[in-house]
């Protein structure tokens, strides 16, 4: 406990000194996080069957990182990331632990000591409380409990299957009581209300700059288009992904989880194609929402000096290599979107550095003049942005768990270079190996190919020598 006290002090006091140190006021910073947004779900950025003017103007206004991922591709872990710039093997949470780690400074902790008044709205998917995590108040707050017996507002999705997804969720008042008039569950408002909670922070307008954290709870399942979207999207126009497969060819270490059966097996064209109009309805609907805050800004006179970024807890498969999920090594499901736009900010600008979403912590704090903490693991791209560099991470890494607590830790890992992609599945000591210059959908596993054992073996130790130490600590204890 002394440890993690004085840890967040000397932060805290960094943070402050360095905000008074600032002559003129600090950036706002909006974060806007979807959820199980797979990446090539943006107009702007190559998609031309989707509508997204919001996010296309922020792609226009702002700088995209076209291969950002998630470290741990699993919405409570992957948040955990965010929050602390850390990996999961340091900041402990879930699966590595019960919880984040006390004696990590949070980023909002950081932003509120520093001035900076801090505040959240949305879905709440970690543990603990928005006000133990570091933000002074929140609006809209969706988390799991004070269903208080009462039945999902939506039991079931427009295929007629089960709604299985946010189960017992409500909104919470500013009090923390259950708002049940907006529903149990999500519902498809539940993107509307969560943008007004943040739209009410904006038009106050305060004197001090805000971080507003805003997760909206699309396009995760149930897939519940709004009034006006349910017919938006004809599925016959949609394309299949290139690398859709009926069925995947081997469990790759989450078969049996909750995503998978969400559609039937072998998964079948027509299915899929209105899982996506579903997904492009539910998107478009938040993309709206995006609009209606990019406004308030606006309208209040606060674009110019606010910081926004774009981003997203984790892909998805949609059946792409035969998976409905999101817990895989592929790129589909590590790849997320991932845009900032505002003051110093190049425009209409492209950046293939290789990103981690940790990596937002440090970042933001460079740019708002604020110190780092010293237990972040992300670094920031600032020096990316300001064309100073090219890379900040020459190989990034990745792992999940699995569906159960048994059996090798973490089941699935991955090493990513600019080129090339290695991943191991350590439940059956299976790899998979990818040229992913020549192979964007990673169509040709070449792990077996004898030209390519050289590049296997460089990757093979890397792979090790980055996950052996982290593992071995969680191994001792399992």
């Not at 999961?88 to 509120?112: E, Y």
């Not at 007004?196 to 909206?216: C, K, Q, S, T, Y």
Request: proline share 9%; glycine share 8%.
């Amino acid at each position: 406990m002394f440890r993690a006290s004085r840890l967040l002090r000397v932060s805290v006091a960094a943070a402050a000194a360095a905000l008074a140190s600032v002559s003129a006021r600090p950036p706002n910073v909006v974060l806007l996080m979807s959820d199980n947004q797979p990446p090539d779900t943006i107009g702007a950025l190559g998609n031309g069957y989707i509508d997204t003017p919001a996010l296309d103007r922020l792609v226009r206004e702002g700088s995209t990182f076209t291969r950002a991922l998630t470290a741990n591709p699993l919405c409570v872990p992957s948040r955990a990331e965010v929050m602390s710039g850390a990996s999961g093997f340091t900041n402990r949470s879930s699966p590595f632990g019960r919880g984040l780690d006390p004696a990590l400074p949070l980023w909002a902790q950081v932003m509120q000591a520093a001035g900076y008044h801090t505040w959240y709205t949305g879905k709440w998917h970690t543990d603990g409380t928005p006000a133990a995590r570091g933000y002074a108040e929140h609006r809209a707050l969706l988390s799991s409990g004070g269903a208080a017996g009462q039945p999902a507002s939506h039991p079931t999705m427009r295929n007629g299957r089960p709604a299985t997804g946010f189960q017992g969720f409500t909104f919470k008042t500013p009090a923390g009581e259950p708002d049940l008039t907006k529903g149990v569950g999500l519902t498809p408002q539940t993107d509307r209300h969560i943008a007004d909670g943040a739209i009410e922070f904006i038009r106050r307008r305060p004197d001090a700059p805000f971080f507003l954290h805003v997760n909206f709870a699309g396009c995760h399942d149930p897939l519940l288009p709004a009034p006006g979207f349910e017919t938006k999207y004809d599925p016959r126009t949609i394309p299949l992904p290139p690398n859709f497969l009926p069925q995947h060819p081997f469990d790759w270490g989450n078969a049996g989880g909750r995503d998978e059966k969400l559609m039937p097996l072998p998964l079948a064209v027509d299915d899929v194609k209105q899982e996506l109009a579903d997904i492009y309805a539910v998107l478009s609907h938040l993309d709206h929402q995006v609009g209606r805050i990019l406004e308030t800004l606006s309208a209040t006179g606060q674009a110019g000096n606010t910081l926004v970024i774009f981003t997203t807890d984790n892909g998805a498969g949609v059946g792409r290599h035969g998976i409905r999920g999101y817990q895989n090594m592929y790129e589909h499901a590590l790849g997320v979107p991932l845009i900032l736009a505002g003051p110093g900010i190049p425009r209409d600008a492209r950046f293939a550095a290789q990103t981690y979403l940790r990596d937002l912590f440090p970042t933001v704090c460079e740019l708002a003049g604020l110190p780092t903490p010293a237990t972040v693991e992300g670094r920031s791209l600032v020096p990316v942005l300001n064309g100073q560099a090219q890379e900040i991470h020459s190989e990034v890494y990745a792992y999940f768990h699995g569906s159960t607590s048994t059996g090798p830790f973490p089941i699935e890992r991955m090493v990513r270079t600019t080129r090339w992609k290695l991943i191991y599945y350590s439940h059956l000591d299976r790899y998979q190996l990818f040229d992913l210059e020549q192979d964007p959908f990673e169509l040709r596993d070449l792990a077996a190919s004898p030209a390519h054992a050289p590049t296997r073996r460089e990757l093979q130790a890397k792979l090790t020598a980055w996950f052996a130490p982290r593992i071995a600590p969680f191994a001792a204890a399992r």
